[in-house]
Protein backbone atom coordinates (compact mmCIF):
# COMPACT_ATOMS: atom_id res chain seq x y z
CA UNK A 1 0.00 0.00 0.00
CA UNK A 2 1.52 3.91 -0.60
CA UNK A 3 2.47 5.68 2.46
CA UNK A 4 2.63 9.45 1.72
CA UNK A 5 5.05 11.31 3.64
CA UNK A 6 5.82 15.19 3.07
CA UNK A 7 9.07 15.39 1.47
CA UNK A 8 11.51 17.83 3.47
CA UNK A 9 12.54 19.41 -0.40
CA UNK A 10 8.50 20.73 -1.04
CA UNK A 11 8.83 22.77 2.28
CA UNK A 12 12.16 24.36 1.81
CA UNK A 13 13.02 27.83 0.48
CA UNK A 14 13.77 27.41 -3.49
CA UNK A 15 17.62 29.09 -2.66
CA UNK A 16 18.24 27.18 0.69
CA UNK A 17 21.56 25.56 0.43
CA UNK A 18 20.05 22.21 1.56
CA UNK A 19 17.93 22.40 -1.26
CA UNK A 20 19.94 23.28 -3.84
CA UNK A 21 22.07 20.68 -3.30
CA UNK A 22 19.26 18.05 -3.05
CA UNK A 23 18.26 19.30 -5.93
CA UNK A 24 21.80 18.94 -8.07
CA UNK A 25 21.57 15.49 -6.45
CA UNK A 26 17.71 15.10 -8.18
CA UNK A 27 19.40 15.78 -11.77
CA UNK A 28 21.87 12.99 -11.00
CA UNK A 29 19.17 10.71 -10.19
CA UNK A 30 16.85 11.40 -13.37
CA UNK A 31 20.74 10.37 -15.24
CA UNK A 32 20.77 7.47 -13.59
CA UNK A 33 17.48 6.28 -14.27
CA UNK A 34 17.33 7.73 -17.43
CA UNK A 35 14.07 9.51 -16.97
CA UNK A 36 14.67 12.31 -19.29
CA UNK A 37 16.44 9.72 -21.88
CA UNK A 38 13.16 7.47 -22.10
CA UNK A 39 10.83 11.03 -22.09
CA UNK A 40 12.88 12.43 -25.12
CA UNK A 41 12.58 9.23 -27.22
CA UNK A 42 8.90 8.93 -26.36
CA UNK A 43 7.39 12.15 -27.36
CA UNK A 44 5.69 11.46 -30.82
CA UNK A 45 7.79 13.08 -33.69
CA UNK A 46 4.97 15.52 -34.81
CA UNK A 47 3.83 16.70 -31.81
CA UNK A 48 2.52 20.36 -31.43
CA UNK A 49 2.02 20.54 -28.35
CA UNK A 50 4.23 19.41 -24.72
CA UNK A 51 3.09 20.37 -21.27
CA UNK A 52 5.34 19.36 -18.65
CA UNK A 53 3.04 18.97 -14.74
CA UNK A 54 5.87 19.34 -11.84
CA UNK A 55 8.54 20.58 -14.92
CA UNK A 56 11.44 21.15 -11.37
CA UNK A 57 14.12 23.01 -12.77
CA UNK A 58 13.34 22.96 -16.14
CA UNK A 59 16.18 20.97 -17.58
CA UNK A 60 13.82 18.60 -19.44
CA UNK A 61 12.05 21.33 -20.66
CA UNK A 62 15.29 23.07 -22.08
CA UNK A 63 16.38 20.15 -23.85
CA UNK A 64 12.72 19.64 -25.67
CA UNK A 65 12.44 23.03 -26.79
CA UNK A 66 15.86 22.03 -28.87
CA UNK A 67 14.77 18.94 -29.97
CA UNK A 68 10.95 19.73 -30.81
CA UNK A 69 11.55 23.46 -32.32
CA UNK A 70 7.98 23.08 -34.27
CA UNK A 71 6.56 22.82 -30.51
CA UNK A 72 4.81 25.03 -28.30
CA UNK A 73 5.99 23.90 -24.64
CA UNK A 74 4.29 24.84 -21.33
CA UNK A 75 5.14 23.92 -17.83
CA UNK A 76 3.52 24.05 -14.49
CA UNK A 77 5.44 24.41 -10.91
CA UNK A 78 5.16 26.06 -8.01
CA UNK A 79 8.95 27.40 -8.49
CA UNK A 80 9.43 30.31 -10.19
CA UNK A 81 10.56 30.49 -13.05
CA UNK A 82 14.58 28.88 -13.93
CA UNK A 83 16.63 31.67 -15.48
CA UNK A 84 18.05 29.55 -17.95
CA UNK A 85 14.80 28.55 -19.32
CA UNK A 86 14.87 29.39 -23.65
CA UNK A 87 12.15 32.73 -23.39
CA UNK A 88 9.93 30.18 -25.91
CA UNK A 89 9.18 27.60 -23.18
CA UNK A 90 5.89 29.59 -21.32
CA UNK A 91 6.17 28.58 -17.37
CA UNK A 92 2.96 28.92 -15.38
CA UNK A 93 3.53 29.28 -11.54
CA UNK A 94 1.63 27.80 -8.74
CA UNK A 95 -0.66 25.05 -7.40
CA UNK A 96 -1.37 22.62 -10.66
CA UNK A 97 -4.86 22.06 -9.11
CA UNK A 98 -5.78 25.94 -9.02
CA UNK A 99 -4.42 26.02 -12.74
CA UNK A 100 -6.82 24.62 -16.15
CA UNK A 101 -5.29 22.56 -18.87
CA UNK A 102 -4.01 23.75 -21.92
CA UNK A 103 -6.56 24.09 -24.58
CA UNK A 104 -4.73 22.35 -27.26
CA UNK A 105 -3.99 18.98 -25.56
CA UNK A 106 -0.73 17.10 -27.20
CA UNK A 107 1.79 15.46 -25.16
CA UNK A 108 1.70 15.72 -21.77
CA UNK A 109 4.70 15.26 -19.56
CA UNK A 110 4.92 14.02 -15.50
CA UNK A 111 8.23 13.10 -14.40
CA UNK A 112 8.54 12.08 -10.30
CA UNK A 113 5.72 13.78 -9.87
CA UNK A 114 2.55 12.25 -9.49
CA UNK A 115 3.86 10.47 -6.67
CA UNK A 116 2.76 13.10 -4.41
CA UNK A 117 -0.59 12.90 -4.36
CA UNK A 118 -2.98 11.05 -2.52
CA UNK A 119 -5.56 9.42 -4.45
CA UNK A 120 -8.50 11.33 -4.27
CA UNK A 121 -6.11 14.15 -5.81
CA UNK A 122 -4.36 11.50 -8.36
CA UNK A 123 -8.11 11.23 -9.87
CA UNK A 124 -8.94 14.58 -9.61
CA UNK A 125 -5.58 14.87 -12.01
CA UNK A 126 -6.80 11.98 -14.20
CA UNK A 127 -9.85 14.15 -14.85
CA UNK A 128 -7.57 17.07 -15.72
CA UNK A 129 -4.99 15.28 -18.42
CA UNK A 130 -7.90 13.91 -20.34
CA UNK A 131 -7.80 16.23 -23.19
CA UNK A 132 -4.43 15.46 -23.94
CA UNK A 133 -3.67 13.06 -26.75
CA UNK A 134 -0.83 11.44 -25.20
CA UNK A 135 0.50 11.03 -21.89
CA UNK A 136 4.30 9.97 -20.52
CA UNK A 137 4.73 9.15 -16.94
CA UNK A 138 7.88 8.36 -15.06
CA UNK A 139 7.54 7.07 -11.30
CA UNK A 140 9.19 5.73 -8.47
CA UNK A 141 7.86 1.96 -8.56
CA UNK A 142 7.52 0.92 -4.88
CA UNK A 143 9.29 -2.15 -4.74
CA UNK A 144 12.60 -3.50 -2.97
CA UNK A 145 14.94 -3.14 -5.32
CA UNK A 146 14.50 0.27 -5.61
CA UNK A 147 14.84 0.67 -2.09
CA UNK A 148 18.20 -1.51 -1.59
CA UNK A 149 19.55 0.83 -4.96
CA UNK A 150 18.65 3.72 -2.60
CA UNK A 151 20.43 2.41 0.58
CA UNK A 152 23.98 1.86 -1.94
CA UNK A 153 23.85 6.01 -2.46
CA UNK A 154 23.34 6.94 0.51
CA UNK A 155 27.04 8.01 0.43
CA UNK A 156 26.53 10.05 -2.46
CA UNK A 157 23.70 12.03 -1.31
CA UNK A 158 22.83 14.79 0.61
CA UNK A 159 20.23 14.13 4.00
CA UNK A 160 16.97 16.17 2.31
CA UNK A 161 17.75 13.43 -0.68
CA UNK A 162 18.41 10.47 1.05
CA UNK A 163 14.93 11.44 3.48
CA UNK A 164 13.31 12.52 0.09
CA UNK A 165 14.07 9.11 -2.08
CA UNK A 166 12.89 6.77 0.84
CA UNK A 167 9.83 8.55 1.23
CA UNK A 168 8.94 8.85 -2.77
CA UNK A 169 9.62 5.11 -2.87
CA UNK A 170 7.00 4.20 -0.48
CA UNK A 171 4.60 6.86 -1.94
CA UNK A 172 5.37 5.59 -5.48
CA UNK A 173 3.24 2.48 -7.50
CA UNK A 174 3.06 -0.99 -7.79
CA UNK A 175 2.20 -2.13 -11.36
CA UNK A 176 -1.09 -1.46 -12.62
CA UNK A 177 -2.38 1.07 -9.62
CA UNK A 178 -1.55 4.62 -11.55
CA UNK A 179 -3.46 3.86 -14.44
CA UNK A 180 -6.29 2.71 -12.55
CA UNK A 181 -6.17 5.36 -9.59
CA UNK A 182 -6.12 8.00 -12.75
CA UNK A 183 -8.70 6.35 -14.39
CA UNK A 184 -7.16 6.39 -17.80
CA UNK A 185 -8.47 3.27 -19.16
CA UNK A 186 -12.36 4.10 -18.95
CA UNK A 187 -11.78 7.45 -19.97
CA UNK A 188 -10.69 6.72 -23.73
CA UNK A 189 -6.49 6.11 -22.75
CA UNK A 190 -4.71 2.99 -24.59
CA UNK A 191 -1.76 2.43 -21.42
CA UNK A 192 1.63 0.41 -22.15
CA UNK A 193 3.03 0.23 -18.77
CA UNK A 194 6.89 -1.15 -18.29
CA UNK A 195 9.41 -1.25 -15.21
CA UNK A 196 12.59 0.09 -15.12
CA UNK A 197 15.69 -2.06 -12.78
CA UNK A 198 16.78 1.21 -11.64
CA UNK A 199 12.87 2.26 -9.95
CA UNK A 200 11.16 3.59 -12.67
CA UNK A 201 7.75 2.60 -13.55
CA UNK A 202 6.92 4.48 -17.10
CA UNK A 203 3.11 4.68 -18.88
CA UNK A 204 2.81 5.48 -22.35
CA UNK A 205 -1.04 6.62 -22.54
CA UNK A 206 -2.52 7.43 -25.80
CA UNK A 207 -5.89 8.41 -26.33
CA UNK A 208 -8.19 5.76 -28.68
CA UNK A 209 -10.16 8.27 -30.12
C1 LIG B 1 10.47 15.62 -7.23
S1 LIG B 1 10.30 17.16 -8.06
C2 LIG B 1 10.47 16.62 -9.74
C3 LIG B 1 10.84 17.74 -10.63
C4 LIG B 1 11.20 17.33 -12.09
N1 LIG B 1 10.10 16.72 -12.77
C5 LIG B 1 12.41 16.43 -12.09
O1 LIG B 1 12.28 15.24 -12.36
O2 LIG B 1 13.50 16.94 -11.79
C6 LIG B 1 8.57 17.52 -7.95
C7 LIG B 1 8.19 18.90 -8.45
O3 LIG B 1 6.77 19.04 -8.32
C8 LIG B 1 6.47 20.36 -7.92
N2 LIG B 1 5.15 20.34 -7.28
C9 LIG B 1 4.77 19.67 -6.16
N3 LIG B 1 3.47 19.89 -5.89
C10 LIG B 1 2.99 20.69 -6.89
C11 LIG B 1 1.72 21.26 -7.17
N4 LIG B 1 0.67 21.05 -6.38
N5 LIG B 1 1.58 22.03 -8.29
C12 LIG B 1 2.66 22.25 -9.11
N6 LIG B 1 3.89 21.74 -8.88
C13 LIG B 1 4.05 20.98 -7.78
C14 LIG B 1 7.61 20.73 -6.99
O4 LIG B 1 7.76 22.14 -6.91
C15 LIG B 1 8.80 20.05 -7.67
O5 LIG B 1 9.46 20.92 -8.57
Excluded at 36 to 59: D, K, L, V
Excluded at 109 to 116: S, V
Excluded at 138 to 164: C, M, S, Y
Aim: net charge neutral; with cysteine; proline share 9%.
Amino acid sequence: MRKLTPELLDHLPHDDPGALRSRADLRRINFFMGNERWIASAIPENTRHITEIGAGEGHLLSRLAGKFPQAEITAYDLAPRPAHLPPSVKWLQGDLFSHAPPADGGTLIANLFLHHFTDPQLAELGAWMRGFHTLLINEPQRARLPVLLGKLATPFIHPITRHDMRVSIEAGFAPGELAETLGLTPHGFHVTETTDWRGAIRLVCQRCD
